[in-house]
């Protein structure tokens, strides 16, 4: 298995390589250079609205970039309110709240870059 750190529009990832057997068709070789290490972008913590998180976790469903914050911070919500819109591979995804409850924090911001499963926002 072979590691790679890609950059593709400004979000770095760690790829892991597996290598199998050979389908014929040969790739190109691995420079004999290594590797420029790709300075990795720390995770930005978005500014927590509210001091208190709540119990409910909104999550991300799917990787994107957070393209709208519907929800504000003490707005009473009904399951299935959008709170956030996500943007990948130019389709808006908006995460609805999983169930009834007031919006506790919001935990990202316009802009962010989030991976599937991080916490966007807490209802109470």
Known sequence: MKNYTITVNGNVYDVVVEEGASTGASAPAAPKT??????????????????????????????????????????VLKAGDTVIILEAMKMEIPVVAPQDGTVASI??????????????????
């Not at 590797?35 to 995770?43: F, H, I, Q, S």
């Not at 500014?47 to 119990?55: L, N």
């Open 107 to 124: 935990d990202v911001a316009v802009g962010d870059a989030v991976e599937a499963g991080a916490l966007l926002a807490t209802l109470n």
């Open 34 to 75: 290594a590797p420029k290490a790709a300075p990795k972008a720390a995770p930005a913590a978005a500014p927590k609205a509210s001091g208190a998180a709540g119990s409910v976790k909104v999550e991300a469903g799917a990787a994107g970039k957070v393209f709208k914050v519907e929800a504000s911070v003490g707005q």
